[in-house]
């Protein structure tokens, strides 16, 4: 509601989230790479008061006369975006300006990074490059809002969208730098991988021979702890004894249809001579 009888209406704010494009920048790095950059900003106002403050124009531009949304069509916080937009493109370039484009995009010390990383089975963060990394772009929407909240807006994020250099050749230089260490990365996998297949068949294998080991160790007592109880039963039992002096000889004769009793065939004689095991006939 107006509370002043020279207070007059001039223009709706809307306090929703605004999302913009930033017009493309050039600017260089902290190692003197030039950068072509494109990137997104969100903001919103806060502070409507302050921002209807800023925001209006109070007084003609020469002989033009002051002119409001009620006589001519356009975006009704045109010149508070247009600021807003202005200071992200600054904060922004001086982000990108503490940054060596060497350390954000080298595929060579992504390759040594990743040869630093611990074996413990906790997964890395993902190392995109710092100009992507979005705890170092907190700084440059801090370094933006200590600006904005000037005039009641509050920047929610600026989002780098990509970012090249602007020379070709160079360009043409990193991607035959990221091939080869792309390649080497595949080779290091296929060797680890080999490597852990190699010790998870040795491990089989020690474990399946321990196991054989131990089922034959098992056999042999249960043998010999049965021929045991055999012997024991034997020693007990005469009828058993006899029976297997029985078994005993029969397997020491074998398939054989003679025998002869004595040292060697010289003492046959003395044999037949032995009335109790030849009868006379008269």
């Not at 809002?145 to 009641?152: D, E, K, L, P």
Request: neutral net charge; glycine residues 6%; aromatic residues 4%.
């Amino acid at each position: 509601l107006l509370t002043h009888r020279n207070h007059k209406f001039e223009k709706f704010l809307s306090l929703k989230i605004q999302t913009d494009n930033l017009a493309r920048i050039e600017v260089m790095t902290g190692d003197n790479v030039l950068m072509l950059t494109d990137a997104t900003v969100n903001w919103k106002i806060t502070d409507p008061w302050l921002a209807a403050r800023n925001a209006a124009e109070t007084m003609g531009q020469g002989e033009k006369p002051v002119t409001t949304d009620a006589n001519k069509k356009q975006d009704s916080i045109a010149k508070l975006r247009n600021d807003v937009l202005k200071q992200a493109s600054a904060s922004l370039s001086s982000f990108i300006g503490t940054v060596n484009y060497s350390d954000s995009f080298s595929p060579i010390a992504q390759v040594q990074q990743a040869a630093k990383a611990p074996v413990t089975g906790v997964p890395m963060p993902c190392q995109g490059g710092f100009l992507f990394d979005t705890e170092r772009m907190d700084s440059a929407v801090s370094h933006a809002n200590s600006i904005t909240a000037r005039y009641g807006v509050d920047i929610i994020s600026i989002n780098i969208i990509s970012a090249k250099p602007a020379d070709s050749d160079l360009m043409n230089s990193l991607a035959l730098g990221a091939v080869a260490a792309a390649e080497a990365q595949k080779l290091e996998t296929a060797a680890q991988g080999k490597a852990k297949a190699v010790s998870i068949e040795a491990e089989a294998n020690a474990k399946a021979q321990l196991v054989a080991a131990k089922a034959e160790a098992a056999c042999v007592e249960m043998m010999a702890s049965a021929q045991r109880n055999a012997a024991d039963q034997l020693s007990t039992s005469e009828v058993a004894v006899e029976l297997a002096k029985i078994e005993s000889t029969g397997k020491a004769l074998g398939g054989s249809s003679s025998m002869f009793f004595g040292v060697d065939a010289a003492h046959l004689g003395s044999v037949f001579a032995n009335p109790n095991l030849v009868q006379k006939k008269l």
